[in-house]
């Protein structure tokens, strides 16, 4: 078992929907979790970190954690084309803080 | 704040010949990271470094790969001698703490042939 793993995609959404991208991990003592967006030929562009249960807004992102059930989900309302992308997550492992990344969903968002 | 800056952007080179990738992370960070994205692999962590000082470089794959951190503002990665398999982006990454969020350089894109 990876230890953050995502669903690799591609995930297809309509413009204007709520897209919704999950991500699981497997140390249940990390405690900050981070959302990053990457272009195609671009580097990794941070969108959100989490570091307690519930939900953090900004904007049209919305970040959702759930450490009971080891799952942090990133949600985009209101979805645009520009919004295309592979979103990568990462976890901060306890033992040692260093970010463990999952493989990325590449998200297509559809005008 | 300029970010994180890499040179140079690309690199083409042949098997062979010594590689030097630079990054000067953004003013005030105490952590560095260095990785290596691949369509196959993904991003993988190679080495990263707190107060100039390497933390773990169990993420190199072979001895032809080292990393040094001279001072806070200034960091390589060399790849010596370099192969067609190492061909990749090779990006660097900064934060003010090693849990805390990451900021990239732009990368560079290293082919070998």
């Known amino acids: 078992q990876k230890e953050v793993e995502q669903n690799s995609g591609p995930l297809s959404v309509p413009e204007g929907a709520i897209a919704s991208l999950n991500c699981t991990y497997s140390?249940?003592?990390?405690?900050?979790f981070f959302w990053y967006r990457q272009y195609s030929g671009k580097s990794p562009e941070l969108i959100m970190f989490i570091y307690s249960n519930g939900d953090k807004e900004d904007g049209r992102f919305t970040a959702q954690l759930n450490k009971a059930s080891q799952y942090v989900s990133l949600l985009i309302r209101d979805s645009q084309p520009s919004d295309s992308a592979t979103y990568l997550c990462a976890v901060a492992r306890r033992s040692n803080y260093q970010l463990i990344w999952g493989a990325g969903t590449k998200l297509i968002i559809k005008p | 704040d300029a970010g994180v800056i890499q040179s140079p952007r690309h690199e083409v080179t042949e098997m062979g010949q010594e590689v030097t990738l630079r990054c000067k992370p953004i003013?005030?960070?105490?952590?560095l990271f260095w990785y290596r994205q691949t369509m196959m692999r993904g991003l993988e962590l190679l080495i990263y470094?707190?107060?100039?000082?390497?933390?773990?470089d169990s993420g190199m794959p072979e001895d032809r790969f080292s990393a040094k951190m001279p001072n806070a503002s200034f960091s390589t990665l060399k790849i010596q001698p370099s192969e067609p398999r190492d061909s990749a982006v090779y990006f660097c990454?900064?934060?003010?703490?090693?849990?805390?969020?990451?900021?990239f350089g732009p990368g560079t894109r290293l082919t070998v042939t």
């Open positions: 003013s005030g960070h105490n952590s």
């Open positions: 470094f707190n107060n100039n000082v390497p933390i773990d």
């Open positions: 990454a900064s934060s003010l703490a090693l849990d805390s969020e990451q900021y």
């Open positions: 140390d249940r003592g990390s405690q900050s």
